[in-house]
């Protein structure tokens, strides 16, 4: 099957926020409360995404297509809270796609991209309990700095990884 990843455009709109939800509400089944998913409608997600198919300096959102078809959409810039790292704001695959490589195809293009703005390490944030996900981070070299938070969107904790971007 062809691959092909690609900027973001606005009217990409539609597909992210079907991919995002898609997401949200099987993949995330059983991670997230019942009431954050429930929370997480088809115009909150608009209104979330919007943004991200807007040029911005310091992020980028590219879109994964299979035979023409976007799959999966990754988020990518500077760290908001140390500008001198890369960050890995958000990778969803869609569920009807995922076991399939397409996750690690896009993750890797979207970090290669941030070492080639010159980031000697990349961040991002996974949910504590999202084993399948915090496995593939590792898998290629991340590892767990240690840090935790709780999102005050999301309610469930999550963990901060970082990688040095030359394994990229």
């Known amino acids: 099957?062809?691959?092909?990843?690609?900027?973001?455009?606005?009217?990409?709109?539609?597909?992210?926020?079907?991919?995002?939800?898609?997401?949200?509400l099987i993949s995330y089944k059983g991670l997230l409360p019942k009431e954050v998913q429930e929370e997480m409608?088809?115009?909150?997600?608009?209104?979330?995404?919007?943004?991200?198919?807007q040029p911005h300096p310091d992020r980028i959102t590219f879109i994964i297509e299979e035979n023409k078809v976007p799959v999966g959409v990754a988020r990518v810039g500077v760290d908001v809270s140390n500008k001198t790292l890369g960050h890995l704001f958000s990778l969803y695959v869609h569920p009807n796609s995922a076991g399939r490589g397409i996750g690690t195809t896009l993750l890797k293009f979207v970090l290669s991209t941030?070492?080639?703005?010159?980031?000697?390490?990349?961040?991002?944030?996974?949910?504590?309990?999202?084993?399948p996900t915090r496995k593939l981070y590792r898998?290629?070299?991340?590892?767990?700095?240690?840090?935790e938070r709780i999102d005050d969107r999301w309610r469930i904790p999550e963990i901060e990884m970082r990688a040095p971007s030359k394994l990229f």
């Open 139 to 147: 898998t290629l070299g991340f590892v767990e700095t240690g840090q």
């Open 41 to 53: 409608t088809a115009e909150k997600a608009r209104q979330m995404w919007s943004l991200s198919v």
């Open 1 to 24: 099957m062809e691959h092909v990843i690609r900027p973001a455009v606005p009217n990409d709109l539609d597909f992210l926020v079907e991919i995002f939800r898609s997401c949200w």
């Open 114 to 131: 941030l070492r080639e703005r010159n980031f000697e390490e990349i961040t991002l944030w996974v949910f504590k309990e999202n084993a």
